[in-house]
């Protein structure tokens, strides 16, 4: 695999995701959030504003909405003090009249929790709490949430989770969520006892197709658990090409009949991160872990005939911050990968810098064989994890958000972090510019859109003209400003 390192590649590739800026520099979406990356969409976007779902530090369950033109925060809280484990971070779903439903559950305790705002693009109103009756007859309660709907069938829900049995497990509701069918296990190996644990992610297109990538088993109990891959649509279950799985009668499905993506048992340890879709061709981000100090980020692209995979880059070791003299709790957490499903050609990852994680923008023109990177956070204090690309935001929005470690994350139920955003904080308030055709004010209205165009980087297709223009503008204002900002951006993104 090649690396482009020429900045005049950067510039026409358009790779500006931040500058380089340390943590610190970009906005709170909050002081106080942390999430696991198994319960997704975390954050969407819709009517203007960005909502995000997280737990915070004393374990309440809180849901986000941030106005694109203001800026202006607002934050409500499903469940107080509900659990103190980040794996209850809610997932989000648009509803098709505009509202929203959040779907939440304890760590391995309990039932799915749902709850649905009453009116579009507010969050302080939401419906009581209901439990959805999906906690089975295993030990263990119900784990995780990934909704998604499908308008190609009248708006079905289908929501998938981690089953009190550990096997994934999912419901349908053909009403918007007022009735639900009964669960079914979607993956299980043939005489695989309660144990074995799969992990599953989720991608859709909205319309009838459901992409769902999954292990057969938690790398910290298994030294060989392979990453699959299999696709619904119109009823039944079926490969990357076509073939034919099987369908409900079949359930649930024996993980060898679908596709194996992580390239066979030589691949070790893996863990899954992020699955998405462009024309009918599967990508799926992973991390392979050869030992718990050396944990490498691997892209799989169905090419239309096989899986190429290929790995991307050293992830260095965990993230959590573990207490001197005792061994990790959870050595396969590494800093977290995540694909632009607009652009799966792009993938946002933490990996460390220095010393320290920070989160990159990496992008291949060539499914894969070569890649180009670019710093979003450089110079950080504290760490930057499981960054999360916005789902349905647009082109010019903020659409990256990041786990940063300003106060704490010893383990999952140990955590004081916070939720960044791609975004600098805005002024209270910017004076008027002036109408006079004059030099300072021609001046100072050039820099005003410079600033505005640091604060929101571009997130075009790299074929695209505009970043070639945005930086050439930047250029020429760097030889006339006497603001050094604008330079050292261009100079950082080359």
């Given amino acids: 695999m090649k690396y482009c390192r020429l900045s005049y590649l950067a510039v026409v590739l358009g790779l500006s995701a931040g500058w380089g800026a340390p943590a610190a520099d970009f906005a709170d979406l909050t002081a106080d959030g942390a999430w696991c990356w198994f319960s997704d969409p975390r954050a969407v976007y819709a009517a203007g504003k960005i909502f995000a779902g997280w737990i915070a530090a004393d374990g309440s369950v809180?849901?986000?909405?941030?106005?694109?033109?203001?800026?202006?925060?607002?934050?409500?809280?499903?469940?107080?003090?509900?659990?103190?484990?980040?794996?209850?971070?809610?997932?989000?779903?648009?509803?098709p009249d505009g509202r929203l439903a959040a779907f939440y559950a304890h760590h391995a305790r309990g039932?799915?929790?749902?709850r649905a705002t009453t009116k579009p693009g507010a969050i302080d109103e939401w419906t009581p709490d209901r439990t959805l009756g999906f906690q089975g007859s295993g030990t263990r309660g119900v784990t995780y949430a990934n909704p998604v709907m499908l308008a190609g069938e009248n708006d079905a829900i289908y929501v998938f989770w981690r089953g009190s049995d550990f096997k994934p497990a999912f419901s349908v509701s053909r009403d918007l969520g007022q009735t639900w069918s009964?669960?079914?296990?979607?993956?299980?190996?043939?005489?695989?006892?309660?144990?074995?644990?799969?992990?599953?992610?989720?991608?859709?297109?909205?319309?009838?197709?459901?992409?769902?990538?999954?292990?057969?088993?938690?790398?910290?109990?298994e030294t060989n658990n392979g990453v699959w891959f299999l696709r619904y649509e119109k009823g039944a279950f079926f490969k990357a090409d076509g073939t034919r799985i099987g369908g409900g009668d079949d359930l649930p499905l024996n993980p060898a009949r679908c596709d194996r993506v992580s390239g066979g048992p030589a691949a070790g340890r893996t863990w899954i991160w992020d699955v998405a879709e462009r024309d009918g061709q599967p990508v799926v981000a992973y991390t392979r872990l050869p030992s718990e100090w050396d944990h490498r980020y691997h892209y799989a692209r169905w090419d239309g005939?096989?899986?190429?995979?290929?790995?991307?880059?050293?992830?260095?070791?965990?993230?959590?911050?573990?207490?001197?003299?005792?061994?990790?709790?959870?050595?396969?957490?590494?800093?977290?990968?995540?694909?632009?499903?607009?652009?799966?050609?792009?993938?946002?990852?933490s990996r460390p810098v220095n010393g320290v994680f920070e989160i990159e923008r990496w992008y291949t023109p060539d499914g894969g064989?070569?890649?180009?990177?670019?710093?979003?956070?450089?110079?950080?204090?504290?760490?930057?994890?499981?960054?999360?690309?916005?789902?349905?935001?647009?082109?010019?929005?903020?659409?990256?958000?990041?786990?940063?470690?300003?106060?704490?994350?010893v383990h999952y139920t140990d955590f004081h972090t916070g939720v960044k955003i791609n975004d600098r904080p805005r002024p209270a308030a910017l004076a008027p510019l002036s109408s006079a055709l004059e030099p300072q004010a021609v001046l100072s209205a050039m820099e005003r859109v410079a600033d505005w165009q640091l604060a929101h980087p571009t997130r075009v297709r790299?074929?695209?003209?505009?970043?070639?223009?945005?930086?050439?503008?930047?250029?020429?204002l760097?030889?006339?400003?006497?603001?050094?900002?604008?330079?050292?951006?261009?100079?950082?993104?080359?």
């Avoid at 290929?310 to 911050?321: L, N, S, T, Y």
């Fill in 111 to 114: 039932d799915l929790h749902f």
């Fill in 305 to 349: 005939a096989r899986w190429a995979d290929v790995e991307m880059v050293a992830a260095g070791r965990w993230f959590p911050q573990t207490p001197a003299g005792k061994p990790e709790r959870e050595p396969h957490y590494s800093g977290g990968m995540a694909l632009d499903p607009e652009h799966v050609d792009t993938v946002y990852l």
């Fill in 369 to 409: 064989l070569t890649w180009c990177s670019a710093a979003v956070t450089s110079g950080s204090k504290t760490a930057n994890v499981r960054p999360v690309v916005v789902r349905g935001a647009p082109p010019g929005e903020p659409y990256l958000l990041w786990m940063n470690l300003g106060g704490r994350y």
């Fill in 62 to 95: 809180q849901v986000g909405a941030r106005d694109s033109a203001t800026g202006a925060i607002a934050v409500a809280t499903l469940a107080e003090k509900f659990e103190v484990d980040d794996h209850d971070n809610p997932a989000l779903l648009l509803l």
């Fill in 462 to 476: 790299p074929d695209d003209w505009m970043p070639a223009a945005e930086y050439t503008g930047m250029m020429a």
């Fill in 182 to 221: 009964p669960p079914r296990v979607l993956v299980q190996r043939p005489g695989a006892d309660d144990t074995n644990r799969p992990y599953v992610k989720i991608w859709s297109d909205g319309q009838g197709r459901i992409d769902v990538v999954f292990t057969d088993g938690h790398p910290r109990d």
């Fill in 478 to 494: 760097a030889g006339i400003s006497a603001r050094p900002e604008y330079l050292a951006a261009m100079t950082a993104m080359g």
